[in-house]
């Protein structure tokens, strides 16, 4: 990460000295590339003569290269936030105060916040400003990092862990929204999306090795301290180089449909967690999704009859965005939770220390990194659609071996295996589901594209975990014992339909889903 912050600085550097003038940096494609660019969506297997021109037409200016590295840093600053404090929660509840009943609301309050607020953001910074907000958000992020790695008791740290959920909720649409605006439609998005894609997963499994490597040698309140250190140079660097994007007309805020749809994510969100950590039986959880589905059903029908809607019902039934976003959120749901059923293995099975455990999910971050690095180029052969399913099928022939893990440590050379091959074909199916959520679209609704985009990844992240433990626990009760045996039993359980829902998302997007076409700005 220090890195890449030197990167974002000496970039800047160059800037400032006069090598690359900030006039010259800002210039557009040519008119030609754009068109080509623009074309190259619509074919499914591009002539193979046309890959060199497809190369010069992806190259990318020294402005658009410290743009990505400054959403991209972003970006994976906050991946990083859904998974640094999962190893720390016993000595945070310990230095702080929290009873171990509630240690959970310390994931559980971002979490719940960054997915439920997330759509609403993506359509306010169409509206208000795609740059505005994204410095507002990193604001805040630096802002809520510090009050958090200061608290010292459980309302401040709650507070801080809510304000970051928010300032994620902001952040992550507006930067993707940047992002596919900053970049033509074709090679240049894929590129772009497939990098940041790759960093979002990599920030995942990173979170949780960081997560023990700073609690055992520094302190857990560096979780926190980090992200300040970002935001600082990110707001210094941001507002040279990112232009702001704003509508000239500003339509009202659909206010009836932001609290319904806002609500309704929020009680499901809510409802699949709360099933997770204690039954499907317990009222405040089916209580919960009963309340998040009928406010859904609430949502359509507002959407129908407002005149300015948040979401346009044309926009909620176009197949690229319905579909592009079910293979994201069920790609993200079953490669965070295999890390989460793949914890309780190492931890609870083959007797891995927290961080042991952390450390060895870093081949699936170089796994998810390669998926990212060679995603567009797999959809560039392949197309977006086929490059899902084929990411899809490969991830799931890549979990299977998992179902049949067993007690002795040697299953762990298995386990290194099938998780960095299935982080490579889990980030394509990412990359895939990136390019055809946010394809075809004007300029002026990839806020919104990115936005939904943006809540299908956070809600996917949010729920596989507790809809995997609450099959781990199931199996569990059935066999009536705690045991090893029993606890691996479940796991495997657990991953078996883990592998089932990869196959069912490769079958309906392979069914269902046509090849996006693309828009004009």
């Known amino acids: 990460m220090g890195g890449l912050i030197r990167g974002l600085v000496d970039l800047s550097e160059v800037f400032q000295s006069g090598q690359v003038p900030i006039s010259e940096a800002r210039e557009t494609p040519n008119q030609i590339d754009r068109i080509f660019m623009s074309s190259l969506t619509q074919i499914e297997e591009p002539d193979p003569r046309l890959q ?27 991946a990083v936030d859904f998974s640094i404090l999962n190893v720390a929660l016993p000595t945070i509840g310990t230095d702080v105060g929290f009873a171990l009943d509630h240690l959970q609301w310390i994931a ?14 993506g359509r306010i910074a169409d509206l208000f400003g795609r740059r505005r907000l994204f410095l507002l958000g990193i604001g805040l992020l630096g802002a809520s990092s510090l009050a958090g790695g200061l608290a010292q008791e459980p309302v401040l740290l709650l507070t801080a862990r809510v304000v970051q959920g928010l300032a994620t909720a902001m952040v992550v649409p507006a930067a993707l929204s940047l992002l596919t605006t900053s970049f033509s439609e074709g090679p240049q998005r894929a590129k772009a999306l497939g990098l940041n894609g790759a960093l979002m997963a990599a920030g995942f499994t990173t979170g949780a090795i960081l997560g023990g490597v700073l609690t055992d040698l520094l302190s857990w309140r560096w979780a926190f301290f980090i992200n300040v250190i970002v935001a600082v140079a990110v707001l210094a660097i ?7 994007s704003v509508r000239a007309d500003r339509p009202k805020v659909d206010l009836a449909g932001a609290l319904t749809i806002t609500l309704g994510l929020l009680a499901l969100v809510y409802g699949l967690t709360t099933a997770g950590e204690t039954s499907w039986s317990d009222p405040l959880a089916w209580g919960s999704l009963v309340a998040g589905l009928v406010l859904f059903f609430v949502f359509w029908f507002v959407e129908k009859r407002v005149a300015q809607p948040l979401v346009p019902v044309w926009f909620l039934t176009r197949g690229t965005v319905v579909w592009g976003n079910v293979a994201g959120l069920l790609a993200f749901a079953t490669e965070t939770s295999l890390v989460f059923l793949l914890t309780l293995y190492l931890q609870k099975v083959l007797g891995y220390s927290p961080l042991e455990a952390g450390l060895s999910f870093a081949v699936l971050g170089a796994g998810t990194v390669v998926g990212g ?16 399913v084929a990411g899809l099928l490969v991830q799931a022939g890549a979990t299977i071996p998992l179902v049949f893990l067993g007690s002795d440590p040697a299953w762990i050379i298995v386990v290194l295996v099938a998780t960095f091959i299935g982080g490579i074909a889990n980030l394509v199916a990412i990359v895939g589901f990136m390019v055809t959520a946010t394809s075809g679209l004007p300029d002026g609704e990839q806020g919104l594209a990115t936005g939904l985009a943006t809540m299908s990844q956070q809600v996917g992240i949010t729920v596989g975990t507790p809809i995997m433990s609450a099959l781990v626990i199931a199996r569990i009760n059935a066999i009536g014992y705690e045991g090893s045996d029993t606890i691996l039993s479940g796991i495997t359980t657990a991953i078996s339909v883990n592998a089932a829902l990869c196959i069912f998302a490769a079958l309906a997007i392979g069914v269902f889903l046509r090849n996006p076409k693309s828009a004009s700005a």
């Open 238 to 244: 941001a507002p040279l180089v990112i232009e702001e």
């Open 108 to 121: 559980t309050s971002f979490a719940l916040c960054a997915a439920g607020f997330t759509l609403v953001f």
């Open 52 to 78: 060199d021109v497809t190369s010069v037409a992806a190259a990318m200016s020294g402005r658009q290269r410290l743009v990505l590295a400054i959403l991209l840093t972003a970006s994976f600053t906050l």
């Open 373 to 388: 690095l060679i995603g567009p180029k797999v959809i560039g052969k392949l197309g977006a659609k086929r490059a899902i």
